[in-house]
Every structure is written in structure tokens, then in C-alpha cells.
């Protein structure tokens, strides 16, 4: 079942005056699986439109810095690299969501202005 199936089985009901939505731990699962590639999608659409926007310029656009994350997952460490404007509300909780997650919380966050 993909995501967009499983939006199909949600149940709503009301608990103490609050609205709910419910569905199978399996279902949720589909659902989550299913937001996490759309997500996947949206960061690589906004990827190669930064390196269009720097040139092709893998530096200015970022991509530097992704390499070195996949070369500390590729050496069996845990890492991420997010590109946020930590000026923006939303963007914050964007990056802290991801965190949460992919490693299940927060321990330590680096803010690297370029």
C-alpha cells in the first residue's frame, strides 16, 4: 500500500471535543514511507535548481557539503547535511522534523554560514 492508499483508510472521530484522525500502524507506516519520498523528491528538485541558479558551481550551490555526509555514512557513520535559513520559523522546523526523523532526535546542531 502507498501513502496516498493509506490516506484512503483514515478513520476521524472525536475525543473530548478534539478531532482525530485514525488508521492502522500499518497504514501509518505506508503514509510515512510515502511523505518521506515526496520529501526526498521536493530536496533533490531544489537541489539542482540551487546548482542551476549557481552556474553548475558545485561549491556555491552546496553540494560540498553533501559529499562529506555521504562520505560519513558511507563509512558506517550517521550524518546529514540540511540547508536551512535558520532566520525562518520554517525552515527550522523543517530541519528539526527531519532530524527527529531520520536519527530520532537532536543532539547536536552546527550552524555553518557561508
Known amino acids: 500500500m502507498v501513502g496516498a492508499e493509506a490516506l484512503q483508510s483514515v478513520q476521524f472521530v472525536t475525543v ?28 533533490a528538485r531544489a537541489a539542482f535548481t540551487e546548482l542551476k541558479a549557481a552556474g553548475g558551481d558545485r561549491k556555491r550551490a552546496g553540494w560540498l557539503e553533501w559529499e562529506i555526509a555521504e562520505k560519513i555514512e558511507t563509512g558506517g557513520g550517521r550524518a546529514a547535511f540540511v540547508r536551512a535559513d535558520v532566520a525562518g520559523k520554517a525552515d527550522v522546523r523543517a530541519m528539526i522534523g527531519f532530524a527527529e526523523a531520520r536519527f530520532g532526535g537532536l543532539d547536536i546542531l552546527v550552524n555553518n554560514e557561508t
Do not use: N, P, Y
Open 16 to 43: 473530548k471535543g478534539k478531532r482525530l484522525a485514525v488508521l492502522s500502524a500499518e497504514d501509518w507506516e505506508a503514509f510515512i514511507e510515502w511523505m518521506e519520498t515526496l520529501k526526498d523528491t521536493q530536496i
